[in-house]
């Protein structure tokens, strides 16, 4: 399994900073979240890819998909996937393709047909796209938001999307016979503790606590969502922690799993 966080975009010297933005692209077929989606899919991936998983409806996890589904308007020979719980398409028709901010692509057809199709999941039930397996597990946000347990052949991997403290995830972990590696977030430094209560996100010191959750203490723990105003900081408080299975996720870098 290739696993690569999308960069919000390319300057002249290569990935743009600061990450504002979520999307992760798997095999340069599967998207997590559409963040970034629409402004730094590769050419392989703008061909490719043709399902998203959302985790959420937040701004920063959603922004790049109408951008993409517009770029690809005239070439889709099947309709655009977006799969996610019934709550998140409602924000999505209600909020981002109601006609005011963003067409209702999926009213609009091309010359093979639909473009933009909805396919709801159930919480903690598998489903399949492609060869990938995925189970969506409700998380700890401030609006309803899962992470997903993913599975391809021999790889398997964790993802929190974004979460405050959370039992059901490690539960859910812990009971894996393998895993690749598992993502949890840190979207922010420790001084702002109570804005991370607030928006229902972590800090590293919530995470340190997080981790003990874990009970493979060898899995190899990525840390994802970091708000780039913080980046640093939250970088070098979790270096601080010293806990050897934990690394941030580059920005653009392909992780092989
Ligand atoms: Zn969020």
């Known amino acids: 399994m290739r696993f690569q966080l999308l960069p919000d975009g390319f ?8 990450q504002h933005l979520s999307c992760f692209v798997i095999d340069d077929f599967l998207a997590i979240d559409a963040g970034s989606l629409g402004m730094a899919a590769s050419d392989l991936q703008k061909k490719q890819i043709r399902n998203v998983i ?21 070439n889709l020979e099947k309709p655009f996937a977006v799969h996610a719980t019934e709550k998140v398409i409602d924000i999505l028709q209600k909020n981002i393709f109601n006609w005011e901010i963003y067409p209702r692509f999926s009213e609009l057809k091309n010359e093979f047909g639909e473009v933009l199709k909805y396919f709801p999941f159930d919480i903690g039930k598998e489903f399949s796209i492609g060869e990938f397996s995925i189970t969506a597990i409700e998380v700890n946000h401030k609006v309803q938001s899962v992470g997903f347990i993913i599975s391809k052949g021999k790889s398997k991997i964790a993802f929190s999307g974004d ?5 059901e995830f490690w539960e859910i972990v812990n009971v894996q016979k393998f895993l690749s590696a598992v993502f949890i977030e840190c979207a922010l430094p420790n001084q702002l503790w109570n804005l991370a209560e607030a928006s229902h996100h972590l800090t590293p010191k919530k995470l340190a606590g997080e981790l003990k959750k874990l009970k493979n203490s060898r899995c190899p723990v990525y840390v994802i969502n970091l708000k780039p105003m913080y980046r640093k900081q939250i970088k070098q408080e979790i270096e601080e922690l010293a806990i050897t299975n934990v690394r941030i996720l580059e920005v653009g870098k392909v992780y092989e799993f």
Do not use: M, Q, R
Request: hydrophobic share 45%; glycine share 6%.
């Open 163 to 167: 979460t405050a403290e959370t039992s």
């Open 54 to 74: 959302l985790t959420h409806a937040h701004l920063d996890h959603i922004a790049g998909l109408p951008l993409f589904i517009d770029d690809l308007f005239v």
């Open 11 to 18: 300057n002249k010297n290569g990935i743009a900073s600061p």
